[in-house]
């Protein structure tokens, strides 16, 4: 029998809408050649939604992605909505209701981009981020609104099981990276929460005989990562300093709109979440021009953990080959359209 995956599909606002619909025609077309049928429910969950109804998905949105295999997210934001409001009335919760507690996010030089500077050939980088506590939190307030007095407290919160959780998977993940760990931190000036998630993770990768952790201040690590790129290969990080490393290594290997993200549930207990991470980029929504790499390979990543190694190995290798040949969208320095890229990535499956 044909394997069959319910994925729900947000496309959300702007340029995730662009490339969303021609990724989802390239993993039907992979589909085919591999045996197996995606289901996509398509969900119009965005920041029109919430314009007319004041959510960003429908009260009972979280039972509806429940029954599925997984979520596949384009992007949300636009100028009108304030982006607290979309980031925190779609994308958090299915994070969090989903215990999506490992955000992944790999990058390595592609084959015909330019990266930020010479000898980046061996870039490979996977950024492990903590995806449901840390530094964003609800916890906090604003007082004295409109007076010369008001503040603002925000609250972070870190938790032993969280972060060893975050910890195993990225000494798990090292184990086959050569084996050395690095902890981004900033246990010298931040002195409750971060030297608390230095020795969890120390203590956490104890148990991992062939990894090594690395601890290494977020500032002096920011200045690594553009000095020195390639002497990283496998980086754990809160979900604030995973957030912002993971964007400066897409940088540094050519452009963000080529970068991919995973929000797992690891135990599979819930769907995952598969996401490029470039944004709505509302300027050039529409146009035909945004680069769908990264949501290809968000693609690739997604088709990866639903078990299809073989389909996610092809798709990656198709629009790397693109790449290779010099179809490049204008962000790369190339002319192809985004639709134009898509249909030679479905060409070159096999």
């Known amino acids: 029998m044909t394997r069959t995956y319910t994925i729900d599909s947000i496309p959300g606002d702007g340029i995730g809408v662009d490339v969303t619909e ?6 039907d077309a992979v589909a085919g050649l591999h045996g197996f049928t995606v289901n996509w ?3 119009d969950w965005n920041s029109d939604l919430y314009v007319k109804t004041g959510r960003m998905m429908p009260v009972d949105g979280i039972e509806q992605l ?7 997210l384009g992007a949300v934001g636009t100028p009108d909505v304030p982006d607290d409001v979309t980031l925190w009335g779609l994308l958090i919760p299915i994070r969090r209701e989903f215990d999506q507690y490992v955000n992944l996010r790999p990058m390595k030089l592609l084959p015909g981009v330019k990266g930020a500077m010479p000898g980046l050939e061996d870039l490979d980088i996977v950024v492990v981020r903590e995806n449901v506590e840390g530094e964003y939190s609800q916890i906090g307030g604003r007082f004295g609104a409109g007076t010369d007095a008001e503040f603002a407290v925000q609250e972070s919160v870190f938790t032993k099981a969280g972060i060893s959780r975050v910890a195993r998977y990225a000494a798990e993940a090292a184990t086959k990276r050569g084996g050395i760990l690095v902890s981004a931190t900033k246990s010298n000036g931040i002195i409750h929460t971060m030297p608390f998630w230095d020795e969890v993770v120390a203590r956490t990768v104890e148990q991992f005989p062939g990894v090594t952790v690395d601890k290494v201040l977020i500032d002096a690590l920011a200045a690594r990562l553009v000095m020195k790129p390639t002497s990283v290969r496998t980086i754990v990080a809160s979900n604030l300093f995973g957030d912002i490393l993971s964007d400066l290594v897409a940088g540094v290997a050519g452009s963000i709109g080529i970068a991919p993200s995973a929000n797992l549930n690891p135990e599979r207990r819930h769907p995952s979440m598969f996401e490029p991470v470039h944004g709505s980029a509302p300027d050039i929504a529409g146009k035909g021009i945004a680069n769908p790499v990264g949501a290809l390979w968000a693609a690739a990543m997604m088709l990866d953990h639903l ?3 073989a389909a996610a190995q092809s798709l990656t290798g198709a629009f790397e080959s693109a790449l290779a040949d010099g179809i490049a969208t204008p962000d790369l320095g190339g002319s192809a359209t985004t639709l134009e890229f898509a249909q030679e990535v479905r060409a070159r499956l096999g």
Do not use: L
């Open 41 to 43: 429910r398509v969900r």
């Open 307 to 309: 078990g299809e190694a």
């Open 66 to 72: 429940g029954s599925g295999d997984g979520i596949y």
């Open 22 to 27: 021609v990724a989802m025609g390239c993993v």
